[in-house]
Structure formats: structure tokens, C-alpha cells
């Protein structure tokens, strides 16, 4: 069975930083390209990042670019988002996800950037 379960979310001011964290199992992890999606409130799931589990390239969505950077660890399972400057407009909950479309994702983790 695929579990993904993500934490590190919490409220910070806008300026500050968090570092998200996915825990996987289930699933041979080095072979999925992993990705972050998040949903603001009354808004749809937003693709912001992945990385390739072999070349370890990775992918921004430009809403991110220059202040997110993803990266994984692969012997232990596990995917990290650190998230610098943030913006109010970066409230949402942020999932780990398997796959681009967020469609096999976590329960998700709360990050509110409010000051």
C-alpha cells in the first residue's frame, strides 16, 4: 500500500521559511519522479515542484522558482521542500505526491504565511 505522509507545516511570517518533509513507503521510491503540490483555499491543487529519483533533476512552477528548492534522500525514502521568502499568497495545504497531478498524494501539511 502507497503511503505518503508529510509534516514540517506550520505559520510563519511573511519573509520567513519552513522545510516540508514526505515520509514514502509502498512503493520503489527511486523510480517515481516526486513532486509537491499544494491547494490554497477555494483553489485546485497547483503543481510547485518535482525531481527525478535517478538523474535528480528537478522543476519549479514560476509562482516558486528562486524561493523553493525540493530534494530527496532516496536510500531513505523521504522528499523535503524548503521554503525560503514566503508570501502570503503561499498559504494552502502542501501535499507530497507521487505523481504531477497530485492525484495519489499524503493527508497534507497546513502552511499559513500571515503576519
Known amino acids: 500500500e502507497v503511503q505518503l505522509v508529510e509534516s514540517g507545516g506550520g505559520s510563519v511570517q511573511p519573509g520567513g521559511s519552513l522545510r516540508l518533509f514526505c515520509a514514502a513507503s509502498g512503493f520503489n521510491f527511486r523510480e517515481y519522479t516526486m513532486s509537491w503540490v499544494r491547494q490554497a483555499p477555494g483553489k485546485g491543487l497547483e503543481w510547485i515542484a518535482a525531481m527525478n529519483g535517478v538523474n535528480e533533476l528537478t522543476a519549479y512552477a514560476d509562482s516558486v522558482k528562486g524561493r523553493f528548492t525540493i530534494s530527496r534522500d532516496n536510500a531513505k525514502n523521504k522528499l523535503h521542500l524548503q521554503m525560503n521568502s514566503l508570501k502570503p499568497e503561499d498559504t494552502a495545504v502542501y501535499y507530497c505526491?507521487?505523481?504531477?497531478?497530485?492525484?495519489?498524494r499524503g493527508q497534507g501539511t497546513q502552511v499559513t504565511v500571515s503576519s
Open positions: 505526491a507521487k505523481d504531477q497531478s497530485g492525484r495519489t
